[in-house]
């Protein structure tokens, strides 16, 4: 099979040549669906010789071009009765990211207005108390603290991915001090017992029937429902990247497939240029793109080679870190690697082939486009909310699903929660965070049930381990307006100092706690403390 499966009927791949057109045809494909304006790289196969062949082969083809940021309604409209035809049917673009993004949203206008096959009956229709969209750490930490508060809830689970993953496990990885594969747990194995796993994607809410609408067109209703399917890398947001990633000294502990890469990178490096790249806020886990900074420049001081490698951090943002309190200490390690700190720095595009980055710097001056050669080059890539949440008319001006603070309900239903990376609440998005926000959430949630209200709140807590060093971190804890609230007392951990007990915690009791505490309801330093 050529690329990946998205339905029954429908693939989708990166570009194609004249020759994977024969295999196509073979595998029984009636239609071609290309989303790839001509001309974006020298080596792409122009769509007319690909038209040419598959006429040849009797396969239809459709040319519905756009780039990596401008899907629009004229191409869902296009795209839409081509889906309707139910015809095998194989999308491409550069990488397949922009084919999935127009197949996901032609789904959720066409269940929006009903048009989705056979559509169940009300009476027929799967209904819940409670429907949780997302198995990530979020979702199945918040299914474990509803079923401790109450093991007879009905609850349904929307998640497509086979694999779990502990995904602050990942910086280690990357500098080596942990495998990738104890990151990893299969889905089915974490799914709390007694919810219902829907192996599907959530493609629209529609708010005033109650009623999540899935990717295979079939419908769930809820009495309660939490929004929690984590965020999106848009890999394709900085031109060449997608291309390149995993070769030519182009990696990212943010993909689990290249967290190994960067170590491998790291480990081999005794002299050069390495870069590492954080974009515009907010991300997942703010301090994850210098943390990486950090471990490499400490192996390298370690193995005697860091005077030769030049190190350079380039963020969009005007400081190194969003908490003041942090920063000297952060700054410090900063100078002990001499690392240079490029602030308003933000990658644009990267030539992995002739190994070369470019960068969009602000200044009092104006701003500028600065080339920079490089050995190796970690990126944090840009991030948003998955597109159904605004589609919903759930999202806030920026996409993110638009909560009180507090509560974590939704400012749109009062059915509706939110819980991890997807919502709007100004903290750090962290799984430190969504370790408080679950059991918030299920408070919330009961007390609805219960007709009484919860005075459970959340503070904002988010918790960043920087690990500066190995065997050292700077165990930042923070609230809404960069509030410190520490978790244990000075005597054991200095807050803003680089300390041994963080980087045990970190590296042996987070995911310990992960696995055995927060995904199994038993909850562990989940106290919130909001301010008066």
Known sequence: MLGKQLSDSITVSGQITTADVAELAANGVKVIVCNRPDGESSDQTPFAEIESVAQDHGITIHHIPFSGSGLAKEHVDAFAPILA??????????????????????????????????????????????????????????????????????????????????????????????????????????????????????????????????????????????????????????????????????TSNYRYDLAPYTWELVSSLTAGTALFTQPAMPIKCAGAPQKAMYLSADHWRRNGVLPQVEVQFHTVTPGLFGVADFVPTLKGFCDQY????????????????????????????????????????????????????AQSGLGDPGGWLSVDAGTLQSTVDENIWGVGDVISAANAKTMAAARKQVVVVANQIMAKRAGTTSTHLYDGYGACPLTVAQGRVVLAEFGYGGRLLPSFPAWLNRATSATRFGWLLKKRVMPWVYWNLMAKGREWLTRTNPEK
């Open 338 to 389: 001499g690392a240079q700190v490029n602030t308003q720095s933000r990658l644009v595009k990267v030539d992995g082939d002739r190994k070369i980055a470019w960068f969009e710097d602000v200044s009092a001056e104006g701003t500028s486009i600065r080339e920079q050669s490089f050995d190796m080059i970690h990126v944090c890539p840009p991030q948003k909310a998955p597109s159904f949440v």
């Open 85 to 250: 035809s139910q015809q095998p049917l194989h999308m491409y673009c550069r990488t397949g990211n922009r084919c999935q993004n127009l197949y996901q949203a032609t789904l959720g206008v066409i269940a929006q207005a009903g048009t989705a096959n056979q559509p169940q009956t009300h009476a027929a229709m799967p209904h819940y108390d409670v429907v949780i969209i997302g198995a990530g750490s979020a979702g199945v930490g918040v299914a474990a603290s509803l079923l401790k508060r109450s093991s007879m809830l009905r609850i349904a689970m929307i998640d497509p991915a086979n694999e779990h993953y502990y995904q602050p496990g990942w910086t280690l990885v990357g500098a080596g001090e942990m495998t990738a594969e104890s990151t990893r747990r299969e889905t089915k194995k974490m799914i709390p017992k007694g919810v219902t796993w829907r192996k599907q994607a959530a493609v629209n809410i529609s708010v005033n029937e109650k009623v999540v609408e899935l990717d295979d067109g079939s419908r769930v209703g809820y009495q309660q429902l939490i929004v929690c399917p984590g965020l999106v890398l848009d890999w394709d947001g900085i031109e060449g990247l997608s291309e390149t990633l995993g070769r030519n000294g182009v």
